[in-house]
């Protein structure tokens, strides 16, 4: 069986979060911005006492900025983050995912990086969230371009 997604949108992208990785949707986040920051850090926000990063996707794909509503509370090696969303929709459990050169042309070219499947869902892409997603963004803000594992 596969994995369950937790579907998500960020404008008018849908994604698919690996409900292993998630564990928590948060909203009405008390998010402090930091100046000097690269675009993908909302800021900083304390959840039950633990300060954590806030990661938002909107700038890479070309969406205006907007203040953080929702955040998935997500799990990596490095630790915890939040990511933010601007809609949490539904569980869906997928079946096997589109080829790859189906699909990677058609991402956005910032996204690429996130993504690990594709599918169709109704009449749109969902892109799958790569299970270390946090790992990735914070691989892109250092531009090392490969995930830090420890």
Do not use: C
Not at 42 to 67: I, M
Not at 119 to 125: F, G, L, V
Not at 133 to 144: E, F, H, K, T
Request: without cysteine; negative net charge; hydrophobic residues 45%.
């Amino acid at each position: 069986m596969e994995e369950q997604l937790l579907t998500v949108r960020v404008g008018s992208y849908l994604f698919g979060a690996p409900v292993t990785a998630v564990t928590e949707i948060l909203s009405n986040l008390s998010v402090t911005h930091i100046p000097q920051t690269p675009e993908l850090i909302a800021g900083v926000a304390v959840v039950r006492g633990q300060p954590l990063e806030v990661w938002t996707l909107g700038a890479p794909l070309g969406l205006p900025p907007k203040d953080v509503g929702l955040a998935l509370r997500w799990e990596s090696s490095r630790g915890v983050s939040l990511v933010a969303v601007d809609m949490v929709e539904s569980l869906w459990t997928p079946g096997p995912p589109l080829s790859r050169d189906l699909w990677e042309n058609l991402i956005p070219q910032a996204a690429a990086p996130w993504v690990v499947g594709a599918y169709r869902m109704e009449s749109e892409w969902l892109w799958a969230f790569a299970p270390d997603l946090p790992d990735r963004l914070q691989a892109s803000v250092l531009g090392s371009g490969r995930v830090a594992t420890g």
